[in-house]
């Protein structure tokens, strides 16, 4: 048996990690005509318990001259005693299936977590006259916010040092998940802001997995948490540059962030300063990044209207700064009298302008309507602008060109004045250097405005990340941390030949005339893991012509060509990358053969927006058939044995998995759904759930009739093949999720058991967290040893040796599955607005494009 990896794929917030095993058992008796059919041969015994099967009751929908029965639809009722019921009764025969794993799960377990480091810390980074810095303690399961005094005289060198060393200055704890897990269970939190002046901390903290976050506010000075100012339902914090007034958002009934309130401590009244009443926007606030100005903006999926307030009168009024029109955003920044715009608003003028690429405005303060606005700051051909970042003497950019993530540096002030398009190019701008062209850029917190570095993770799928200074005044820069894997042997792989990682530096660097003033420090043992590890990019060309990115990772040593297991991973929605930053979990996976597969199709991000608007909407199907397509390629390529392929979905890409074993059901021999959105047009046709009318841009609106016959020619849940024999599937749920209902897992498992071959669909199983939210279990070590966690089913050394342990498929070939560990998770500081160290959030939540983390902070929308 070999073992199905569950690499999440989140965009949104968190990185969690689930260890869940299958097993594929018999049919102890035929329950249906179509179990006559199956020729899948097991040769082991079922548990002891058979799958539990839920009541049906009748339930009639209509839309557009169509009838159907969804006999399934009571389970959206989740008070309903009887739903409850089954759930757990589904629990009992997930663990029933697996009950012989232990020690398989054990072994992995420890092998997977011998690769952890005692402490997880995140470098200080310095914000006034404080070093800010979050670790998480030995032995702990989340993180904690701490603060040192930094001197001058101690210097930036000197502190980094003692940081590392465990310092001789007193350390202040700012605030502790821990204490607040165990008073709760749980606890998500939200957002974090330190005021301007360091003496308060506002955060929100959700301790039920609802999403449901409570505003606290923490005085440092004193330590305690204020009980006056206190608010549920809040998104977004923006401190005013007095440090006494505080601004937030909060949701209405259907989580939807539509009111900006500001709160003024030691008052007993909040101030409404703005109401979204539009039910398609979210309101968000956040400050420009010289804290001069706090923006609210009120954004749709693909629209946005801005206003602005100024920080040191901050209940002096707001001021738009362009009316909302269809498909146009916008995005602001402030220096020195100049608004910085990034904008996708067609320009009349320049061809390039009216595209609706992303691109670069400038224009003064008085002058904000789009007619006065000055140099129009454009990419070279090939090259899409996703984000900016602003400092006092310097722009940094985030370029993305070829699927390959760039960021580069502009001297601030632009000394030109006139109206004008100028190249990128034209500026002299500094490109940061990275180790190699596989590796993505994920910018830090970096909330210094006076700061003359930039600081910055480079992540690539088969390298340990290593976090970057870039000093942007003198073109140099140093690698300050580099991830740990421990119990690695440094004895790599070297008989297939290998790019030197400095080699790789200097090439991608080769034109830049400052190449001989890179400084390299830190490097350790990257070059071992470049031997042994390769990770290719391809285009496969997808049913329409259009070429669909794929990267491929796997162990030179181990790989067997066209025997190897394989993963295929996809998301495919609201622009997102897919994540494929490191993770020294896979080693467990490539050491033993396994090839792991990220397909970007259609519908995710990656280069301009087009190839969002190709997999949205009426043309979502096309991220079914990209996927279908990069899965055929691995095969067909030989890089995975036909009949061991799998396939995992998380949330939103669970639809793309789904759509797709409903088309091909042989094509996968197991598949994982977590929290999966299954059930696209019951979703869609309710609009009183959450985040549903926001989805109407992404999916499509269920009420048009030409949305309807799109949405019902893939949704999984309307479309699942009866009397065929459907692959193994694990999937999970959460029963306080608020993104995605627990019933739509729920009511995927029960009519694939019902309606497809019986004795294949004993091995799907549904697995259900029944405390936890959208991102299931927190904390380092909670996904991994806690009682939730599941067990793997037999060991990967039977599948290496031929075992019986198999079943049989239709054809004869033999096809296993086995699920996976997710340990731990990695914490690091993000980005979330101006002049303020947030939460340590996992690897997952942090390692996203710049771009999709700011406007998702920015516009309120949850994905």
Request: hydrophobic fraction near 35%; include cysteine; aromatic fraction near 10%.
């Given at each position: 048996m070999f073992p199905l990896a569950l690499l999440t794929a989140n965009p949104i917030v968190k990185r969690t990690y689930l260890t869940l095993s299958f097993r594929l058992v018999p049919a102890a008796v035929c329950l249906s005509f179509y179990s006559t059919i199956c020729r899948r041969k097991f040769v082991f015994s079922a548990p002891a318990i058979d799958p539990p099967v839920p009541k049906k009751l009748p339930f009639e929908l209509t839309a557009h001259g169509r009838r159907w029965n969804d006999p399934y639809h009571w389970m959206s009722n989740i008070d309903d005693p009887d739903f409850v019921s089954y759930l757990k009764q589904e629990n009992l025969y997930a663990e029933a299936f697996m009950d012989n794993t232990h020690d398989k799960q054990k072994e992995l377990f420890l092998e997977m977590t011998s690769r952890m480091p005692a402490k997880i810390s995140t470098p200080p980074e310095r914000w006034g006259p404080w070093l800010y810095y979050q670790y998480v303690p030995e032995g702990k399961d989340y993180p904690v916010l701490c603060r040192k005094l930094w001197t001058d005289e101690e210097g930036w060198v000197t502190s980094i040092i003692n940081y590392v060393k465990g310092g001789t200055r007193r350390e202040e704890i700012l605030l502790d998940w821990n204490e607040i897990a165990e008073r709760h269970g749980y606890v998500h939190v939200g957002t974090c802001r330190v005021s301007p002046d360091h003496n308060f901390l506002a955060y929100t903290i959700d301790t039920t997995g609802s999403e449901n976050f409570m505003l606290q506010v923490k005085d440092l000075r004193e330590g305690h948490v204020n009980p006056k100012l206190s608010a549920d339902g809040v998104v977004s914090l923006a401190w005013a540059h007095d440090s006494s007034n505080l601004f937030y958002t909060v949701s209405d009934k259907s989580q939807r962030p539509y009111k900006v309130l500001c709160t003024k401590i030691g008052s007993k009244h909040d101030s409404i300063i703005f109401t979204e009443d539009d039910p398609n926007f979210c309101v968000d606030i956040t400050c420009t990044k010289d804290g001069k100005f706090i923006t609210v903006n009120s954004n749709s999926r693909n629209s946005s209207e801005v206003y602005v307030v100024d920080a040191a009168s901050p209940l002096d009024g707001l001021k738009i700064i362009h009316k909302r029109v269809p498909g146009v955003q916008y995005f602001l920044e402030h220096h020195y009298g100049f608004f910085y715009v990034l904008t996708n608003y067609p320009m009349s003028g320049d061809k390039k302008l009216l595209d609706r690429n992303y691109y670069l405005a400038r224009c003064g303060v008085e002058d904000i309507c789009s007619a006065n606005w000055q140099n129009i700051f454009l990419p070279s051909e090939g090259t899409s602008l996703q984000d900016m970042d602003i400092f006092n003497e310097y722009l940094v950019l985030f370029l993305h060109k070829k699927g390959c993530s760039r960021m580069c540096s502009i001297d601030l002030p632009v000394d030109i004045n006139c109206k004008q398009v100028i190249q990128i190019e034209d500026l002299n701008p500094w490109f940061f250097p990275v180790l190699s062209d596989l590796c993505q850029m994920f910018p830090c917190s970096n909330h210094n405005f006076v700061a003359s570095s930039y600081r910055a993770v480079l992540s690539s799928p088969v390298l340990p990340d290593v976090i970057v200074d870039y000093d942007m005044s003198r073109k140099r820069f140093s690698i300050i941390y580099q991830d740990e894997v421990l119990g690695v042997s440094s004895e790599a792989q070297t008989e297939s030949p290998s790019v030197s990682i400095n080699g790789e530096i200097l090439a991608h660097v080769k034109d830049d005339p400052n190449k001989h003033n890179l400084k390299i420090e830190g490097v350790k043992n990257l070059r071992e893991f470049s031997v042994a590890y390769s990770c290719e990019m391809h285009e496969v060309v997808s049913h329409d012509g259009v070429r669909v990115p794929l990267t491929v990772i796997y162990s030179r040593a181990a790989l067997q060509k066209a025997q190897s297991p394989g993963i295929l991973q996809a998301y495919g929605a609201y622009g997102e990358v897919l994540d494929k930053s490191w993770c020294a979990?896979?080693?467990?996976?490539?050491?033993?053969?396994?090839?792991?597969?990220?397909?970007?199709?259609?519908?995710?991000?990656?280069?301009?927006?087009?190839?969002?608007?190709?997999?949205?909407?009426?043309?979502?199907?096309?991220?079914?058939?990209?996927?279908?397509?990069?899965?055929?390629?691995?095969?067909?390529?030989?890089?995975?044995?036909?009949?061991?392929?799998?396939?995992?979905?998380?949330?939103?890409?669970?639809?793309?998995?789904?759509?797709?074993?409903?088309?091909?059901?042989?094509?996968?021999?197991?598949?994982?759904?977590?929290?999966?959105?299954?059930?696209?047009?019951?979703?869609?046709?309710?609009?009183?759930?959450?985040?549903?009318?926001?989805?109407?841009?992404?999916?499509?609106?269920?009420?048009?009739?030409?949305?309807?016959?799109?949405?019902?020619?893939?949704?999984?849940?309307?479309?699942?093949?009866?009397?065929?024999?459907?692959?193994?599937?694990?999937?999970?749920?959460?029963?306080?999720?608020?993104?995605?209902?627990?019933?739509?897992?729920?009511?995927?498992?029960?009519?694939?058991?019902?309606?497809?071959?019986t004795n294949c669909s004993r091995s799907v199983i549904l697995k259900t967290e029944m405390?936890?939210?959208?991102?299931?279990?927190?904390?380092?070590?909670?996904?991994?040893?806690?009682?939730?966690?599941?067990?793997?089913?037999?060991?990967?050394?039977?599948?290496?040796?031929?075992?019986?342990?198999?079943?049989?498929?239709?054809?004869?070939?033999?096809?296993?599955?086995?699920?996976?560990?997710?340990?731990?998770?990695?914490?690091?500081?993000?980005?979330?607005?101006?002049?303020?160290?947030?939460?340590?959030?996992?690897?997952?939540?942090?390692?996203?494009?710049?771009?999709?983390e700011r406007q998702a902070a920015r516009t309120g929308i949850k994905e």
């Open positions: 979990d896979r080693l467990s996976l490539l050491d033993r053969g396994w090839v792991l597969a990220f397909a970007d199709v259609r519908g995710g991000g990656g280069g301009d927006s087009s190839w969002h608007e190709q997999g949205s909407g009426v043309r979502k199907i096309n991220s079914v058939h990209d996927f279908v397509t990069c899965s055929k390629y691995l095969i067909d390529k030989g890089y995975v044995q036909k009949e061991k392929l799998a396939a995992i979905g998380y949330s939103a890409g669970s639809l793309v998995v789904g759509a797709a074993i409903n088309m091909y059901q042989d094509l996968f021999c197991a598949a994982i759904l977590k929290v999966p959105f299954l059930d696209v047009c019951n979703t869609l046709m309710d609009s009183s759930l959450p985040l549903t009318i926001l989805d109407y841009e992404e999916f499509g609106n269920p009420e048009i009739k030409h949305h309807f016959e799109s949405i019902m020619k893939y949704a999984p849940y309307d479309n699942i093949a009866g009397g065929l024999c459907y692959p193994a599937m694990l999937v999970t749920a959460s029963f306080n999720d608020s993104r995605v209902g627990v019933w739509e897992a729920a009511k995927w498992v029960a009519k694939v058991r019902e309606i497809t071959c405390n936890g939210g959208h991102f299931a279990e927190g904390g380092r070590f909670g996904q991994c040893i806690s009682s939730r966690t599941f067990k793997y089913k037999n060991s990967i050394e039977d599948f290496k040796a031929g075992s019986n342990l198999s079943y049989r498929r239709r054809d004869g070939t033999c096809a296993c599955l086995l699920a996976v560990p997710l340990p731990h998770q990695r914490f690091r500081l993000r980005h979330e607005g101006n002049g303020s160290p947030t939460s340590i959030v996992p690897e997952k939540a942090y390692a996203q494009s710049a771009k999709r």
